[in-house]
């Protein structure tokens, strides 16, 4: 039992990191255990499971939902998030290979074509595959391992900027001139891209999450 829960909560922790499931969808215990083909057992335990890492809420009436996070609590995470993103830049342009190279030019240009089609739903995949990209040529395990930590709290409120009009093409373009520090061996111009980058998203964002909650 205990084994099939960790593969729901697997499961679910990927669809919160991806966007797939966005802060305050509700999960439905009957529609899960349908999903998953299991029992209603294994759903609670994996719905428990990922409320006591925070990643979901519960609230009467309502059942189990992705967590809304305050407006301060998110921008803390970005700060946090900034930072961490800024030195895995910092090593990716101290480490470089043309292999690396190669790998976050391929996801670069996979936010270019997504951007030109204004597909929100491709931007946000093609979004976390770049940052990938520099997470992985950075080559720090631990540094990967926290920045993946914040990444099930943050992921869910990356996309929401990408509504706004220009965002995907203003995006891409920040992403175009840190990989091109970070090709260019310019470790601390890339830092401080990549944190502009990321703070530029997160204090947009309770701005957002305003207008949403005021639909």
């Given at each position: 039992?205990?084994?099939?829960?960790?593969q729901?909560i697997?499961?679910?922790?990927?669809?919160?990191?991806?966007?797939?499931?966005?802060?305050?969808?509700?999960?439905?215990?009957?529609a899960?255990?349908?999903r998953?083909?299991?029992?209603?057992t294994?759903?609670r335990?994996?719905?428990?499971s990922?409320?006591?890492?925070?990643?979901?809420?519960?609230?009467?009436?309502?059942g189990?939902?992705?967590?809304?996070?305050?407006?301060?609590?998110i921008?803390?995470l970005?700060?946090?998030?900034?930072?961490?993103e800024?030195m895995a830049?910092?090593?990716a342009?101290?480490?470089?290979?043309?292999?690396?190279?190669?790998?976050m030019?391929?996801r670069l240009?996979d936010?270019?074509?997504?951007?030109?089609?204004n597909?929100?739903n491709?931007?946000?995949?093609?979004?976390?595959?770049?940052?990938d990209?520099?997470?992985?040529a950075a080559?720090?395990n631990?540094?990967?391992?926290q920045i993946?930590q914040?990444?099930?709290?943050i992921n869910?409120?990356?996309?929401l900027?990408?509504?706004m009009?220009?965002?995907l093409?203003t995006?891409?373009?920040?992403?175009?001139?840190?990989?091109?520090?970070?090709?260019?061996?310019?470790?601390?111009?890339?830092?401080?891209l990549?944190r502009?980058?990321?703070m530029?998203?997160?204090?947009?964002?309770?701005?957002i999450?305003e207008?949403?909650?005021?639909?």
């Open positions: 039992m205990a084994r099939v829960a960790d729901l697997e499961t679910l922790r990927n669809d919160i990191r991806s966007g797939a499931l966005r802060p305050g969808d509700q999960l439905e215990e009957a899960l255990a349908e998953f083909g299991v029992s209603r294994p759903v335990e994996a719905v428990r990922l409320v006591d890492c925070g990643l979901l809420e519960t609230k009467p009436r309502k189990a939902l992705v967590r809304t996070l305050s407006a301060k609590e921008i803390d970005f700060e946090v998030a900034a930072e961490l800024g830049c910092r090593l342009a101290e480490r470089l290979t043309t292999q690396k190279a190669d790998a030019q391929e240009t936010c270019e074509e997504a951007a030109k089609a597909d929100q491709a931007y946000a995949k093609a979004n976390l595959a770049f940052h990209a520099i997470h992985q080559g720090n631990r540094l990967i391992e993946e914040l990444s099930g709290h869910p409120y990356r996309a900027p990408y509504g009009r220009g965002r093409q995006s891409t373009e920040e992403h175009t001139r840190i990989l091109e520090a970070i090709l260019a061996n310019d470790r601390l111009r890339a830092d401080e990549m502009d980058h990321m530029l998203q997160g204090q947009r964002l309770p701005l999450l207008a949403i909650e005021a639909k």
